[in-house]
């Protein structure tokens, strides 16, 4: 699968302080590189209100990415909007 990075979580990884938090993300990232859908990643849930908006629970922290998928398509694209640590506003700001 392809992974394109936004702005907004490229600014979002940049401020992390937590290097922990970084490590696994990096991982998770190398995961959805080799699969070949987006549920093949675990931890993989749907934005309630936005269908094409998921959520990676990576600890603490939410990887929000942009999924969907085309019957065209060859190659299944993800984009990556968001990395941050979960509390009441997290999802909010994305509707």
């Keep these: 699968m392809k992974v ?3 702005n ?3 600014k979002s990884v ?5 290097t922990l938090a970084k490590k696994r ?3 998770v ?3 959805l590189q080799e699969a070949d859908k987006l ?3 675990s931890n993989v849930i749907n934005i309630v209100g936005l269908p094409d908006f998921y959520r990676i629970r990576i600890g ?5 990415v942009l999924y969907n998928p085309t019957k065209n398509e060859l ?3 993800v984009y990556l909007v968001d990395y941050v640590k979960r509390n009441e506003k997290t999802y909010k700001k994305h509707k």
């Design 25 to 27: 993300l990096y991982s």
């Design 60 to 64: 603490d922290y939410r990887l929000i």
């Design 75 to 77: 190659i299944l694209t």
């Design 8 to 10: 907004q979580f490229e």
């Design 14 to 18: 940049l401020k992390l302080k937590d």
């Design 39 to 41: 549920q093949d990643v």
């Design 29 to 31: 990232i190398e995961k």
């Design 4 to 6: 394109v990075l936004t």
